[in-house]
């Protein structure tokens, strides 16, 4: 048996026990036997979730891309690495070896030097899912600089937060993006940020859509000349395993976005190892994750974990329904991909198109089914199941975040049973616990609680940028010397957990993380705006829509509603991104506040679902006569 890769339920769960016995032993041995290093480790692990500290492999020390680019090329030299199928499925798809992996993220390292750039600093990376954005995030790590990629979705506004937030001093982007059969201008969104950013010294743009745009003088330069000139040899920069590897932002429930450090080391060696063993990965396997590397789907289980184990990972640039529903099964037959990972939104989506969008492609070479990002309903998992899988390829449910850096909670395919909505069992390693309202761990099953983890992993994030007291109260103050995920969970009569949803003030729509207080606080920006409060109800395709509730200024009243809520949505997609505008804005004269004046979002959530038959006591409240009111003015 080898530890690496599981093979059936009982080797998961005897690899399991002694994962959880034994957890130094037993990360030792993983990482002792399957990376390069450097430098050998002085220490497995040290913890204290109650600073908190974790440290994994000190002493030891590695280059990520050694692990994923160098160390292949022996052997895997002329296998396919990046496999990029662009946006217009008449473009020919690129088959990027190892080889040219290695040649391209060597030369995009020595452009990142040349602009300056040395270990430990921050750059932004802005790009479309080309293959410069994968060559732009290895390249970084070859160096030792810390990526932080954002999403090329996210507005100016957005954009400018994350790069002054962690200091970027050069930032990575196009001349814009493909989407379907439209483009957009990133290029332009970088200038405009760039006007709150006077430390960035240089931007880097990559032409991909020919567009026509400004180039400040001195500032920005293309790229593509400098690749061309630059050397494609590029030492390694030798890391510290505890050094960080990346910056990753996701929403908070408050405040601005939090910028997740992730280490590189240990998160190397559990973003591998979950790949190999969820995915079940086989030599020659052609896996795809629709993902887009801007979130950590992408970090992990496009760039990172495939590479790690030699894969060959499928890189898409365009969406779903471009130039047809078909699109995706398209890509399968093409490329005869075996594993195949995306997001209930999709599944969602594409579900409600004609069958004929599915039927007229052959699946046959598909292994494995994943979904991520938010609670897959028992209808999506059937018609995934059902139509995608022909009820032979396992869905892995997976559950992770952000903040985990890895796959958590999941079936292992072909050995733990499914069970449609329910992420099943934890990964090895991983130590779930239940939580009730008084802080105490439920420990039978058939229970309901808050989800927490009680011992730590090698991926989890370390630290926010510049925050570690918020990275504590977020984290770890809710139950003493546990990470509290924010996700509500059950445990089965067997032990499956399923995930239920958040239970803070995040909302999760279409997959995105949105917190409700950046959302508030955009609406509140409007000059006619007094105040706001925003709740999420159930979407048939994006899981959940957002529901604003809007208290107008006096002289705003007398407006044109239709016209408001415009200029409200444009707000929010300037201020963080066409994801986060509003399915539904109710203008109200009040919201249902608490005696000591906290919104009652419970309230606002249940009339938003239309579902006001149980709004438990309103006669406590401040304002007991608005519930009617509202009610009233949306007809429930
Ligand atoms: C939710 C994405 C149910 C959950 C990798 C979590 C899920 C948040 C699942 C993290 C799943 C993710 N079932 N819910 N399989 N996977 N979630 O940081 O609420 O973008 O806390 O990471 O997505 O989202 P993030």
Not at 430 to 441: F, K, R, V, Y
Not at 489 to 502: E, F, K, M, N, P
Not at 553 to 563: E, Q, T
Request: one cysteine or more; aromatic letters at 10%; charged letters at 20%.
């Amino acid at each position: 048996m080898s530890n690496y890769h599981i093979k059936n339920l009982e080797e998961y769960f005897q690899i399991y026990r002694k994962s959880v016995r034994d957890p130094e032993g037993f990360w030792e041995e993983i990482a002792e036997e399957h990376f390069l290093w450097r430098k050998r480790w002085d220490r497995v692990l040290s913890w204290d979730f109650t600073k908190p500290e974790v440290k994994w492999f000190e002493g030891a020390q590695l280059n990520i891309t050694e692990n994923c680019i160098d160390r292949h090329l022996a052997i895997r030299g002329n296998k396919t690495a990046i496999l990029f199928e662009p946006n217009d499925p008449n473009e020919v798809a690129q088959h990027i070896t190892y080889k040219q992996l290695h040649t391209q993220v060597n030369k995009m390292a020595n452009v990142l030097k040349g602009q300056g750039i040395q270990k430990g600093d921050r750059v932004c990376i802005y790009l479309p899912m080309i293959p410069e954005l994968a060559y732009a995030v290895l390249a970084c790590a070859r160096i030792g600089a810390v990526h932080s990629v954002v999403f090329a979705g996210f507005s100016s506004v957005a954009l400018a937060t994350r790069i002054n937030d962690c200091n970027a001093a050069v930032v990575l982007t196009a001349d814009g993006s493909f989407r379907g059969n439209k483009s957009i201008d990133l290029k332009g969104i970088v200038d405009k940020a760039l006007e709150d950013c006077p430390q960035v010294k240089s931007v880097l743009v990559a032409e991909r859509v020919g567009n026509n745009i400004q180039m400040v003088e001195g500032r920005d330069h293309f790229m593509a000349p400098l690749v061309q000139a630059a050397s494609a040899e590029c030492q390694v920069e030798v890391m510290n395993a505890e050094d960080p590897l990346f910056i990753l932002y996701t929403s908070g429930s408050t405040g601005k976005p939090k910028g997740m450090v992730h280490s590189c080391a240990g998160y190397m060696i559990y973003a591998a190892y979950t790949f190999k063993n969820i995915f079940q990965y086989q030599e020659n396997d052609v896996y795809w994750c629709t993902a887009d590397i801007g979130w950590i789907t992408g970090h992990s289980y496009i760039v990172y974990g495939p590479l790690a184990n030699g894969a060959t990972t499928v890189m898409f640039e365009g969406v779903p329904s471009y130039p047809d529903f078909g699109r995706f099964w398209q890509i399968v037959e093409k490329h005869k991909v075996n594993q195949f990972y995306t997001a209930p939104t999709a599944i969602r989506a594409l579900a409600k198109e004609k069958i004929d969008f599915v039927d007229q492609y052959d699946l046959s070479s598909l292994k494995v089914l994943g979904t991520v990002g938010e609670p897959i309903n028992e209808e999506a998992w059937h018609w995934y199941n059902d139509h995608i899988g022909k009820k032979e390829s396992p869905i892995v449910d997976t559950w992770w975040q952000t903040e985990t850096g890895g796959i958590m909670i999941s079936p292992i395919p072909y050995s733990t049973p499914t069970k449609p909505t329910f992420a099943t069992l934890p990964f090895i390693g991983i130590q779930p616990a239940l939580m009730d309202e008084n802080g105490q761990e439920l420990q039978a099953n058939q229970v309901d609680g808050r989800l927490c983890i009680k011992f730590p992993w090698p991926s989890m994030a370390r630290t926010i940028w510049g925050d570690h007291d918020r990275y504590r109260d977020t984290y770890f103050s809710a139950y003493p010397k546990m990470y509290f995920t924010g996700d509500g969970a059950s445990r089965d009569a067997v032990g499956y957990y399923r995930i239920t949803g958040r239970v803070d003030d995040v909302i999760i729509v279409s997959g995105h993380n949105l917190g409700t207080a950046p959302i508030e606080d955009a609406i509140n920006e409007h000059q006619g705006v007094a105040e706001s409060a925003i709740v999420g109800f159930p979407h048939d395709i994006k899981g959940n829509a957002l529901f604003g509730y809007v208290i107008l200024k006096d002289d705003a009243l007398n407006r044109d509603s239709d016209s408001l809520r415009t200029e409200i949505n444009s707000l929010i997609a300037d201020k963080i991104g066409p994801i986060a505008k509003l399915d539904n804005i109710a203008f109200v004269p009040g919201l249902p506040k608490t005696r000591s004046g906290k919104i009652m979002r419970r309230i606002l959530r249940k009339i938003a679902q239309k579902d006001v038959s149980n709004l438990g006591d309103t006669s406590t409240l401040l304002n007991p006569d608005v519930v009617d009111q509202i009610r009233k003015i949306i007809g429930v």
